[in-house]
């Protein structure tokens, strides 16, 4: 009885999981066809883009237990510009749920927006930190939910400091460098005062550009954004500073770019096209970003030594 048990149970995650496979490579297949557009509907007047999860340049192939793993800039750009060239499409809808990513992918993604030829939507789900706030300031209004997270506009950098572990296990640092600051931020020594006034003056530089982005694309000033000390607010608080337009749900946000067009809003979402694996482990992306968790992004050599942070 219990052998007879176990194996229906068998047999029944075996038929979910061939089920789950047959659709999603059936949704693979219609990606592909209509160039990552996804929906039932066959007209449609606004192209929706998600940025969801760590933004990053390339993550290469993602584990076939870990899922996704976030956000690849490069496949978003290019459904930006995919919706950009198509004829069909008068509004950008970019839905963002992100801690934020690597500056300069970041970057990339904000500069799509901002070329966009149309009226630019941003919507911040669970989470619009860092990386995702500068993709924000380059759309024309951004919309938050009540309970969303909105802001973390600052810099920080880290870097981890093994010199004495490395004494005790009797391992020496030598390397050998062209240029007084090559090495600088290593892990293997202790930091020098120069160097460390060097790296802060990179940390810094990343703030400015991070202030001056987002009081040239929010029209704020940017004093008023230094106020706001890196902090992340919930929707209502970040409306009251200016840090968004409206509070809403995505309903409210269709039925403004319904205004802005002059037309019900008719949303198609223009996603990457992804792997097989990647579709099963899609769910991945959905869990909770950790508040402030920035804008990941590194610097002074190949090494990979300092890590620097929008928050």
Not at 2 to 22: E, F, I, K
Not at 75 to 97: H, S, T
Not at 180 to 201: F, H, M, N, T, W
Not at 243 to 258: F, K, P
């Amino acid at each position: 009885m219990d052998s007879d048990a176990r194996s229906t149970g068998r047999d029944l995650l075996a038929a979910a999981v061939l089920g789950a496979t047959a659709t999603l490579a059936g949704r693979q297949v219609l990606a592909r066809l209509t160039g990552g557009r996804l929906g039932e509907s066959t007209e449609y007047n606004t192209a929706k883009v998600s940025v969801s999860g760590p933004i990053a340049r390339d993550r290469g192939r993602p584990s076939p237990l870990s899922g996704a793993t976030g956000t690849t800039a490069d496949e978003v750009v290019d459904r930006i510009e995919a919706a950009d060239d198509d004829e069909e499409v008068e509004a950008l809808l970019v839905e963002l749920n992100t801690p934020g990513g690597e500056v300069v992918p970041s970057d990339d993604i904000r500069r799509a927006v901002a070329a966009f030829d149309g009226p630019t939507v941003a919507y911040a789900t669970d989470l619009c930190a860092s990386g995702g706030y500068w993709i924000a300031s380059g759309c024309d209004e951004l919309w938050a939910r009540n309970g969303s997270l909105v802001g973390s506009i600052g810099v920080v950098g880290s870097r981890p400091n093994a010199a004495g572990l490395a004494d005790k296990l009797g391992i020496s640092y030598e390397q050998f460098t062209a240029g007084e600051y090559k090495d600088a931020g290593v892990p293997l020594r202790e930091i020098e005062d120069d160097e460390r006034e060097y790296l802060q003056s990179i940390i810094d530089g990343y703030y400015e550009q991070f202030v001056e982005t987002v009081s040239e694309g929010r029209e704020m000033d940017s004093e008023a954004i230094r106020e706001t000390e890196a902090r992340v607010y919930l929707g209502p608080d970040a409306l009251d500073i200016g840090l968004v337009d409206q509070l809403g749900v995505e309903n409210d946000v269709e039925d403004r770019i319904g205004e802005r067009i002059g037309d019900e809003a008719e949303i198609r979402e223009f996603a990457p096209d992804r792997g097989l694996i990647e579709r099963l482990g899609i769910g991945a992306e959905r869990v909770a970003f950790a508040a402030g968790s920035g804008v990941a992004s590194v610097f002074a050599g190949d090494g990979r030594d300092v890590d620097v942070e929008f928050r």
